[in-house]
Structure formats: C-alpha cells, structure tokens
C-alpha cells in the first residue's frame, strides 16, 4: 500500500480530474465542443498511470485520457483545442513528455514500443506508458506492438482499461481469453489482471512496472478492470446495448468514494482538506469554462505548415491559391 501522502496526491487528482470531466461533458451537450470522450468512472487508472511516470518518462494516450493529461500538467484549454477542432495537438509533446493523443486504435501503442526501443538504444533511463482501451487489444497494431516490445525487450509499459465496451461492443464479444493481461504469457512478459478501481494497488502495480523497464527488465502488460459511466462520446446511446441496473452496479464501486472512504477512516483526509480540494476542483471548472468562452484566432494558412518536413511545389501553389481568396474576402468585408 503507498504511503498516505501518495494516496491523498492520488484523490487530489482524481477529484479535479473529474470535476474536470464532468465539466468537458457539460460543454460538449451546450454545443462548445466538436466531441468529447468522458474518463469518468476510469479515474484509479488514469491518475494513478499518470503519477506513476517519472519526469523523463513519456506518456502515449488515447482520445480518452484527457484526464490523465490533466494529471501530468497540460491546461484545460490546451487539452481542449484538440476537442474544439483548433489544432491537432494543442500542446507541446517535448515539453510534456507526452504523444498528442491518438484517435486511431492502437496504433500510439506501436509509437510507445518505437520511442522506447530508441531510447534504450541510446542508453537512456527513460520508460513509456501507453494506454489502450479493451477494444484496441483486438487491433493488429496492438499484437505488432506486444510482440515488438517483448522480442527487443522495450522499456514499456502497456496499461489496457478495460471498461466492458468497444463503443457498444461487449468484451464478451471481443475475446474467448479469461483475461486479456494472460495474453501476456504468449508473448513472453508479465502481465497483470489489476481491480482498475482501486488506485492504490494501480499505482503500485504501474510504478513496479515502469521501475523494471527502465532498469532491463522489458514490457508489462497491465489490464486494468474498469467501467465507463458516460456514453463513448456525445454522439453514442448507451441505453442501446447497457441497462441502468448495469451501471448502478458499478456505480457503488467508484473510485474516488473507495479512496475517499479509506482517507477518511485512517484519518488522512479532515472535513477541512476535502472542502479545500472540492473548492480547487470547481476553480478548475470555471477556468475550463471561461476558456471555452474564448473565441481562438485561427489562421487557415496554418493548415500547410505542418504537411511536408520539406515544402512541396504543389502544396505551395494551394496555399497561395488560399492566401489570394482570404485577402480578397477580407477586402469584400471591409468595403
């Protein structure tokens, strides 16, 4: 069991990191956002993984874990621009340590392995974390990236919250293996079935992991037994393959009320330090909101910038082509 100062660190981010999520959802149904793929319920794998890294380590996310982006430093607002359609990436990955999240399934687990691999290459002390849904276990990037990172013993890490669902297909349908951490066995490195809503036994699980990696010991594949509580995204109807008795079920296992209720009885979290982390969530809230009140300044011509690490003659003929039609609907405007 981590010591109580790790564990009251652990809640911390977590109660922020749902306020947080809650408040993202909340825009995302006001029109704010293009979209918005809610963490709650998932808070113990996310957090944990995120403080389990050290600063060197590098982190490589899916489009559902924001949260731990949270966790490991990038603003709201930055996190966000991705979601709003302002950027790709709207924070800078060297600074962060972290890959811009990943829509396509799997494949930011193939860039884990590779990052890892050169890494160790150049004798660096440094381990990767990659996050993986349920779903994208079924990927073949996923199996390339396994098997990889096992043969060259690669110092990383998967972490795979299983949360029930690929969108709104079960795991039952996914997979006949009893658990997806004993797929770990067939490609030559531990793996661990891990109660993905019990933050403390996460964090110590991760942080072994990641300690064996970046001392030679190879990869880990973690499974993390988890539940999501909202919709895939704002454009999902889970009522179509869940009912509410389901829900309710694992609603009663949340978290943040088991950490919490721990806290509480070992007399670690006072009535004063969990109103002082409830007010710092909500601050974050309103700072979330205030950003996503703000109208960002986009430069369509920002759209070739990033295209060819060497300029194409072709590409530059459409960027002028672009250029002449917005100087000549801002003259339009202006007369």
């Known amino acids: 069991m981590p010591e109580a100062g790790i564990l009251l660190d652990l809640y911390r981010r977590m109660v922020l990191a749902r306020r947080f999520d809650v408040q993202v959802t909340a ?14 319920g998932q808070e113990a794998c996310e957090i944990a993984a995120a403080a389990a890294l050290a600063d060197d380590d590098w982190l490589f996310p899916t489009y559902r874990d924001s949260i731990a982006l949270l966790a490991r430093g990038v603003k709201a607002v930055e996190i966000l621009s991705f979601f709003r359609g302002d950027w790709h990436s709207g924070f800078d990955p060297k600074q962060r340590r972290i890959a811009p999240q990943s829509t396509p399934l799997a494949t930011q687990a193939l860039h ?4 890892a691999t050169a890494s160790k ?7 990767t974390l990659a996050f993986l849904g349920d779903g994208a276990t079924s990927e073949g990037e996923a199996h390339e990236a396994f098997n990889f990172a096992a043969v060259w013993q690669a110092p990383t890490v998967f972490v795979v919250q299983n949360n029930g669902y690929a969108i709104s297909v079960p795991f039952s349908k996914q997979s006949r293996a009893r658990t997806l951490a004993d797929k770990a066995i067939g490609y030559g490195m531990p793996g661990h079935f891990v109660d993905g809503n019990d933050v403390a036994a996460m964090y110590a699980v991760i942080t072994d992991a990641l300690d064996r990696a970046r001392n030679g010991g190879g990869p880990t594949l973690i499974e993390g037994l988890t539940y999501r509580m909202e919709a895939h995204t704002n454009s999902d109807d889970p009522s179509r393959y869940r009912g509410d008795e389901e829900v309710e079920r694992w609603r009663v296992l949340d978290p943040i009320a088991r950490i919490e209720s721990y806290l509480i009885r070992e007399g670690a979290l006072t009535e004063k330090l969990r109103a002082e982390i409830a007010d710092a ?3 974050l809230a309103a700072e979330t909101r205030d950003a996503m009140n703000e109208s960002p300044h986009l430069d369509p011509l920002e759209l070739f910038d990033h295209v060819y690490a060497t300029p194409r003659a072709a590409l530059a003929e459409q960027r ?5 039609e917005l100087e000549s609907s801002e003259a339009r405007h202006l007369s």
């Open 121 to 127: 290459m150049r004798h660096e002390s440094v381990a």
């Open 27 to 40: 825009l995302t149904r006001q029109g704010r956002l293009a979209t918005y793929p809610s963490g709650l």
């Open 281 to 283: 969530a909500e601050q």
């Open 320 to 324: 002028d082509y672009l250029a002449t």
């Open 112 to 115: 884990a392995v590779g990052f």
